[in-house]
């Protein structure tokens, strides 16, 4: 059964950098393309980065782009999100998912989420 589970989390000052960590379970990680999404308080679930198995090619959306690196371990069946210089706006949940099929930065096209991690960024 393939199962994402986020860690990594927590409260940090604006400016400050965080690394939330993705491990999934699962035979065939290596051949996953995964992504990270975000949901804050009353908006709807936000696409941040993705990354592709097949040659580790990655996108990013443009409200984190030059802030946040997303990496894979497939040794250690894991996929991160780095984020630095992080602002209040970059509070939100943060789940990792795997992509089945679709364009890469519309939930729908994956199918199976983690729980979620919080990230709080303070003033």
């Known amino acids: 059964q393939v199962q994402p589970v986020e860690s990594g989390g927590g409260l940090v000052q604006a400016g400050g950098s965080l690394r939330l960590s993705c491990t999934v379970s699962g035979p065939t990680f290596s051949r996953y393309a995964l992504g990270w999404f975000r949901q804050a308080p009353g908006k709807e679930r936000e696409f941040v980065a993705a990354?592709?198995?097949?040659?580790?090619?990655?996108y990013y959306s443009d409200s984190v782009k030059g802030r946040f690196t997303i990496s894979r371990d497939d040794a250690k069946n894991t996929v991160y999100l780095q984020m630095d210089s992080l602002k209040i706006e970059d509070t939100a949940v943060y789940s990792c998912a795997v992509h089945r099929s679709g364009t890469y930065d519309y939930a729908p096209s994956y199918g199976y989420w983690g729980q979620g991690t919080q990230v709080t960024v303070s003033s």
């Open positions: 990354i592709m198995w097949s040659d580790s090619s990655k």
